[in-house]
């Protein structure tokens, strides 16, 4: 969709448009839709709106973000107090589940603990990603759910039955092994791409999503 | 699309199925896809996520969020404990600018201050709206900027709706500028084109505030 021919000028124009993003240092490369940005952006919340800016064009099938984060100086933080401020804020967020710890080494966090939910996990990101210093964030949560397979696999096939995004004619399969979901098949935008990858996080007992969708575009 | 046919039933299967909403008190109304929440939830970012996971369902068109956040004995914190977290959140976040403040009250957070963008003040919401004790958020942010003029304002977001993957060639979708507000009209056919041509306008320089006239057809 969309009208522009040039993905590679469409995607700058949409970094420069996006005013989270400094786009500055960022060069964009693209070969049929497989979008790479390089270069250097001041933030972590920066890193990320620059793809997800990649994301939203029309034509753009994959991106690949190899943008680091090279913080100005009045931004550093030392270990110490990038981790305290790390766990306090994991700790006074509602959705975090007690037990997830945050360790901050040069300003990359590393997140470790156990949790139910891929949700939750998610959420523990997004309590730290935000904060000043962070250059980047690993996530080392590990989700400790046991449900049985068949289930999870019905589960996450009826909540994409129940999606506005997803075409009634979706060749979407489903399949469960273990705590794996497998997901293949098309889909013709990445906003459906992530209805459907979020809605096989949801589900219960999940540790790893394989994501095999391509997107037609 | 999907093939529910009770759109009832199938937002009451969403909220079960999501993991951050506890729906046990949650009743769903629909009424052609008029969805109402009623009933309680026991935090803010649960009252967020109960309306996001009922837009997901397809066949819905509005959703009415009249779901109230009673906290549990544990999660209250005083007015002076939940003022401070949240001006700490937002003093250590690195997109909020400097100059927005919070005040509690009774779980209910205010924030104030002047920012240059749209989404530098949903950036500011999403700082503070995961903290424990929170009940709401009044979001009094103004976005102050020097508008560039109107008719520039159209086209940069007009040339968004154009790159993106989400908003058909052939949308009907109209922008029109008055003063840096911006108001957006035509169709839509999901709740996620909805959100994409409203955050594409919420992105222009200059815009202060966003009308959104926009019907989803479902």
Do not use: C
Not at chain 1, 102 to 114: V, Y
Not at chain 2, 117 to 124: I, P, T
Not at chain 2, 129 to 139: A, M
Request: glycine fraction near 8%; avoid cysteine; charged fraction near 25%.
């Amino acid at each position: 969709m969309g009208t522009t021919k040039d993905i590679r000028e469409a995607v700058n124009a949409e970094l420069k448009f996006d005013p989270l993003v400094d786009d500055a240092d960022i060069h964009v490369v693209n070969a049929n839709g497989e979008v790479a940005l390089n270069g250097t952006v001041p933030s972590y919340p920066q890193y990320l709106e620059a793809a997800a800016a990649a994301h939203r064009v029309g034509g753009v099938k994959n991106v690949h973000n190899h943008l680091e984060v090279v913080l100005p100086d009045q931004d550093f933080r030392d270990d110490a107090m990038l981790t305290t401020a790390a766990n306090e804020a994991l700790t006074l967020n509602v959705t975090v589940p007690d037990g997830v710890e945050a360790t901050a080494k040069d300003g990359n966090l590393t997140l470790t603990g156990a949790v139910k939910y891929g949700r939750q996990r998610e959420a523990a990101e997004l309590a730290v990603s935000g904060l000043t210093g962070v250059r980047n964030v690993r996530d080392d949560i590990e989700i400790s759910y046991d449900a049985d397979p068949a289930d999870v696999t019905v589960l996450v096939r009826n909540a994409l039955d129940r999606n506005a995004l997803i075409a009634d004619d979706s060749d979407v399969s489903v399949d469960t092994t273990g705590n794996t979901v497998t997901l293949s098949g098309h889909v013709r935008t990445r906003a459906e791409h992530d209805a459907v990858v979020g809605a096989a996080w949801m589900a219960g007992g999940v540790f790893k999503v394989r994501d095999e969708l391509s997107v037609t575009g | 699309m999907g093939t529910t046919k009770d759109i009832r039933e199938a937002v009451s299967a969403e909220l079960k199925f999501d993991p951050l909403v506890d729906d046990a008190d949650i009743h769903v109304v629909n009424a052609n896809g008029e969805v109402a929440l009623n009933g309680t939830v026991p935090s803010y970012p649960q009252y967020l996520e109960a309306a996001a996971a009922t837009q997901r369902v397809s066949g819905v068109k509005n959703v009415h969020n009249h779901l109230e956040v009673v906290l549990p004995d544990q999660d209250f914190r005083d007015d002076a404990m939940l003022t401070t977290a949240a001006n700490n959140a937002l003093t250590l976040n690195v997109t909020v600018p400097d100059g927005v403040e919070a005040t509690a009250e009774d779980g209910n957070v205010t924030l104030t201050g002047t920012v240059g963008y749209g989404q530098e003040r949903a950036a500011a919401e999403r700082a503070v709206s995961g903290l424990i004790g929170l009940r709401n958020v009044r979001n009094d942010i103004e976005v102050g900027y020097d508008a560039e003029s109107p008719v520039d304002v159209d086209l940069h977001v007009q040339e968004a709706l154009d790159r993106s993957a989400l908003v058909p060639d052939d949308s009907d979708v109209q922008v029109v500028t008055k003063g840096g507000t911006i108001s957006l009209t035509g169709h839509v056919r999901t709740w996620a084109e909805h959100d994409a041509v409203v955050d594409a306008a919420w992105m222009a320089r200059g815009v202060i505030d966003v009308h959104d006239e926009l019907q989803i057809t479902g």
